[in-house]
Each structure stands twice: as structure tokens, then as C-alpha cells.
């Protein structure tokens, strides 16, 4: 075949496979199977000759288009690539080695962007449209994805997708580059240990995850860990370990379950630890109560820059659920142990730990109080 052929032989297969319905009926975990089984007939009745390499791209283009999410993911699949935004359809950018750049290539059309979302949150039972212009939702391959839609993102659809790394870092990985030095790597595994409740504060992308998937590493066989995170990102290496994950409402608005549902039922799971991605609400009403309740060594996550503001942060979720600032006060400094900030130097893109504090008695009056057990002087490399 000439190289002149090729072009002509791509549009047949694109076109007969884009019309195949078993590709729109298979299950998200075999639309691959679909789409290589689809391309071998048409191959077969058309009688193409491909280069089994040149064959291969075909079908790894084909399945991006018919069941992915179009040109994002090559992006998705390139090393140090943590996260893929498409802010309307041709602009596109990524974080690489913590650093934000802009790419070639996008959509032809906001309506393209817009049907290769609705195309790989179908399948689990989502929607995206004008009446819901909003969705969160985890991939076959446990990426997270976060989309808008007009009259919400009035410059067109915005996508958002924070990819997560396939190798599980260990605490040596870390400490070599800088991010948990050996001595705080020993202060957080002895408060595993101890059972002390942990909170992970620090912004988006500074590491919050990885840091709680290493904690976790450290509960022994001897006891269950129950899992609870809206989005269910974490991957515990633990033995006994159970992962529970909210469900939004479906297009009824009904079935929707909670992080608080969830709290409450890992309650009544027997757990000795109760692990929470991430608290944003009221739900930190029922992880106190389960800290306070016997159930110790419990960890989560904040959105927080400082211990300080870690702290306040809490407070305030804990007063939108109702408690009095005095209870809530009283519950915080009884229940939470240490605080673990991260965070990310802005001149080199590295992420790691720059404080560690502990939740110190107030004397039964005052703020919340912690007290720094290490912090970061300087970031390496600047």
C-alpha cells in the first residue's frame, strides 16, 4: 500500500468503526475490547492491509475518539503529566513535574468537548447538561474528573482531570526527593503507631494523598480500617482495610449517598480506624464523634496553608454543623493529635511536608492552640 493510501484507509476505519453499535452498548471495562474487536472486522470485510504498528496507532486513536476522551487522552497517558485542564476547547494545559504549560491541540468545538465527557460519564451513571451543568466523577483508571458546563462557565465547558500516579511511592522515594525528610518520615510512622488521630492539610496537589496512602501502610494486620472519600482515590496497602465511596443523586435526584452516610456507616463496620479523604462540611461532626468514641489512630484531610489555619478550619466546619464554639472547641482538643501541613515551593514545583504541629491543652478557655514539633526552613534547589 502507498503512503498516499494510507489516509483513505484510516477514514474507512474511522468511519465504519464509529458506526458499530457494539462500541455505545459495551461496558466502560471493555470498550478497548470493543473498539479492536470492531477495527478486525472492518478489516476483515474490507480486505486493508495496515502495518500492525501503524494498525495499533489506528486503534489506540480510534478508542481515544469513540470511547475516551478524545485528544485529552494522550495527555492523560504522558509521563509526569499529574493534571489535564481544558478550559473551553482549544485551550489546554497541563501540570508537568509541578509546573503548569500550555499544549497544541484540543476540541474542534465546545459541543465536542462537551460530548467527550458525557460519552465516559454515561456509562457510570452520570449526567452533564444544562439542568445539571456540573459533575464529578472517577475513571476506569482512578483519575478524577471535574467539569463545568454554560450557563455555570459562561466561555464554554471547563474540564478538569487530576491524574494519579500508577507507582505507589514508599517513604525512601520521598525522602530522596526532599519532600519527607528521614526525621519527620520517623514522626509520622511513630504516631501511626501510637494511634494518634492525624489530619493532612495543605492545598490541591501538594501531596495529601500520597502522604495518607504511606500512613496507612503503617496499620498492622491486627486492625480494620475503614475507608470513606467522595472520590475513592486512596489505595491502602494496609491488609485489613474496606473503601467506601459517596454516589451522587441520579437523574430522579434520588440515591445519593454522602461522606457523612458513609461516616456513619463505617461506624458499624467494627472499624478500629476510620480514615476520611477529606472533610469539607459537616460531616466533621461524626468523625469527631467516632474519635471520640473510642476509635483511634482515625485520619483525614483539609484545605489548609498553616497547623493554625488547619485548626480554624476545622472549628468552623464543626460550628456550620451546629455544635456550640465551646463544644466544638472542647471535642477538637480531645480528639485531634497531630497535623501534618504540606505544601509547594513555587520557584521549583516541589511538594512536601513544611510543618508538623501538636494539638496542645488550652486550660479550658481560649482558641485552639498547636504547638510546631518541626517545620521547613528552606526549600532544596532554590
Do not use: Y
Request: charged share 30%.
Amino acid at each position: 500500500m502507498s503512503a498516499g493510501e494510507a489516509v483513505p484507509t484510516r477514514e474507512v476505519l474511522r468511519r465504519r468503526v464509529a458506526d458499530d453499535p457494539s462500541i455505545a452498548t459495551a461496558a466502560p471495562g471493555q470498550r478497548l475490547a470493543a473498539v479492536r474487536a470492531a477495527v478486525a472486522r472492518v478489516v476483515r470485510e474490507e480486505g486493508l492491509l495496515l502495518p500492525a504498528a501503524e494498525l495499533a496507532g489506528v486503534v489506540r486513536d480510534l478508542t481515544d475518539d469513540l470511547a475516551g476522551l478524545g485528544p485529552l487522552e494522550a495527555l492523560l497517558r504522558t509521563p509526569g503529566v499529574t493534571d489535564v485542564m481544558a478550559n473551553g476547547p482549544r485551550e489546554v494545559w497541563v501540570e508537568r513535574h509541578g509546573r503548569l504549560e500550555r499544549v497544541d491541540g484540543g476540541f474542534a468545538d465546545a459541543e465536542a468537548l462537551r460530548s467527550a465527557v458525557v460519552r465516559v460519564i454515561g456509562p457510570l451513571g452520570l449526567r452533564l447538561d444544562r439542568s445539571r451543568p456540573h459533575v464529578d466523577a472517577r475513571l476506569e483508571d482512578g483519575s478524577r474528573l471535574h467539569a463545568l458546563l454554560p450557563p455555570v462557565a459562561p466561555d464554554g465547558p471547563v474540564v478538569t482531570i487530576r491524574r494519579f500516579a500508577p507507582v505507589a511511592k514508599r517513604w525512601d522515594d520521598l525522602a530522596a526527593e526532599g519532600a519527607v525528610p528521614a526525621e519527620v518520615a520517623a514522626l509520622l510512622r511513630e504516631a501511626v503507631a501510637e494511634r494518634r488521630a492525624v489530619v493532612c492539610a495543605g492545598r490541591t496537589g501538594t501531596g495529601k494523598t500520597t502522604l495518607m496512602g504511606l500512613l496507612l501502610d503503617e496499620v498492622g494486620a491486627e486492625e480494620r480500617v475503614v475507608v470513606a472519600e467522595e472520590s475513592a482515590e486512596l489505595r491502602p496497602r494496609c491488609p485489613h482495610a474496606v473503601r467506601l465511596e459517596t454516589r451522587p443523586a441520579n437523574a430522579e435526584g434520588a440515591g445519593e449517598v454522602t461522606l457523612r452516610d458513609l461516616v456513619r456507616q463505617a461506624l458499624r463496620m467494627r472499624p478500629d480506624r476510620i480514615v476520611v479523604g477529606e472533610v469539607r462540611g459537616v460531616e466533621i461532626v461524626d468523625v469527631l464523634q467516632a474519635m471520640a468514641t473510642g476509635h483511634e489512630g482515625c485520619m483525614t484531610t483539609v484545605h489548609a496553608r498553616a497547623a493554625q489555619e488547619a485548626l480554624v478550619r476545622v472549628e468552623g466546619m464543626a460550628l456550620l454543623a451546629g455544635l456550640p464554639l465551646e463544644a466544638a472547641r472542647a471535642q477538637i482538643e480531645v480528639c485531634l493529635d497531630l497535623l501534618v501541613v504540606l505544601g509547594r515551593d513555587r520557584a521549583t514545583g516541589q511538594r512536601g511536608v513544611v510543618e508538623v504541629a501538636e494539638v496542645v491543652p488550652r486550660g479550658g478557655e481560649g482558641p485552639l492552640r498547636c504547638e510546631t514539633r518541626w517545620r521547613r526552613e528552606r526549600w532544596s534547589g532554590r
